[in-house]
């Protein structure tokens, strides 16, 4: 689904997840300050943000599966930068294997935003779950922007089932209507 930019794919996410009736978000630190202003723009005061920290940089900001595992049972959507800025953590396979299990398992929606999945340098590489599986939970939101250096663009795009696409195209187009070209 074609989108405003990233942030147009997490209002959209944000949206959907309050029609349905969902109020905690989980955001894995580090995240974006805008992800901050934009479920206090959606949820108003009605949400409740749970900060998720990663471990810290002598363990290689390695996710704190404890806090995890004890969380996702209570949240209705988390937020997972991947790869992380100003950190740089790339996600590995078996960490985003393990996060989306433990969300399907508790039924929270899994936001991946990769506005910089195309910025990896090795020895990392850049993994998404869509490599293995498109899940109903899993929602991916990218852009060009960042990569071209053309942040004010405004252009990308979403990634998902068709089903959860056609979710979010009803949250998305009465915000959006279209995105610019």
Known sequence: MATHGVSGGVV????????????????????????????ERV????????YLP????????????????????TLNLI??????????????????????SLTKQHKCKLLLDECYSDMIWQPHEFYTPFQDSIEDHVIAVRGF???LGAQSWRSGYVISTAE???QLMRTADPLYICVPW
Request: proline fraction near 7%.
């Open 43 to 50: 949820f108003g005061k009605s949400a409740e943000i749970v």
């Open 79 to 100: 937020i997972c930068c991947n790869p992380s800025n100003p950190t740089g953590k790339v996600w590995t396979r078996d960490e985003l294997r393990r996060l989306v």
């Open 54 to 73: 990663l471990k810290a940089p002598s363990e290689n900001y390695a996710p704190n599966w404890e806090l995890l595992e004890r969380e996702i049972p």
């Open 145 to 147: 922007s960042k990569v």
């Open 12 to 39: 959209a996410s944000l949206a959907l997840v309050n029609d349905l009736g969902g109020r905690r978000i989980g955001l894995i630190e580090p995240f974006y300050t805008y992800h901050i202003f934009q479920i």
């Open 164 to 166: 959860t696409i056609q």
